[in-house]
């Protein structure tokens, strides 16, 4: 089993920045790919981000394409998303996933906060 622990949250101002990670325990994330999704309240739990587990190929959401970057580090067993141009919309908890090739759980982080101030 795959342990998942999200970090770097906080308050932020409309335009400024955060930078999450998800730091990974248990076993090695090098063959997991990985995803951030996040829920706002009262609202479905929505993807954000995702990077396979081999070459590095990301896919966003419409709606942080150009503002959000997902990368790994695979010998630190950490995963991150740089957060630029952060908007107000963007508040909710934001949470780690994990997924191995062709097995049937999925891992997830207790999710962190991410509040961004007009």
């Known amino acids: 089993q795959v342990q998942l622990v999200e970090s770097g949250g906080g308050l932020v101002q409309a335009g400024g920045s955060l930078r999450l990670s998800c730091a990974a325990s248990?076993?090695?994330?090098?063959?997991?790919?990985m995803a951030w999704f996040r829920q706002a309240p009262g609202k479905e739990r929505e993807f954000v981000a995702t990077i396979r587990w081999r070459g590095g190929a990301t896919r966003y959401s419409d709606s942080v394409k150009g503002r959000f970057t997902i990368s790994r580090n695979n010998a630190g067993n950490t995963m991150y998303l740089q957060m630029n141009s952060l908007k107000p919309e963007d508040t909710a908890v934001y949470y780690c996933?994990?997924?191995?090739?062709?097995?049937?759980?999925?891992?997830w982080g207790q999710g962190i906060q991410v509040s961004v101030s007009s």
């Open positions: 996933n994990g997924k191995r090739l062709g097995s049937i759980p999925e891992y």
């Open positions: 248990g076993r090695s994330i090098s063959t997991y790919t």
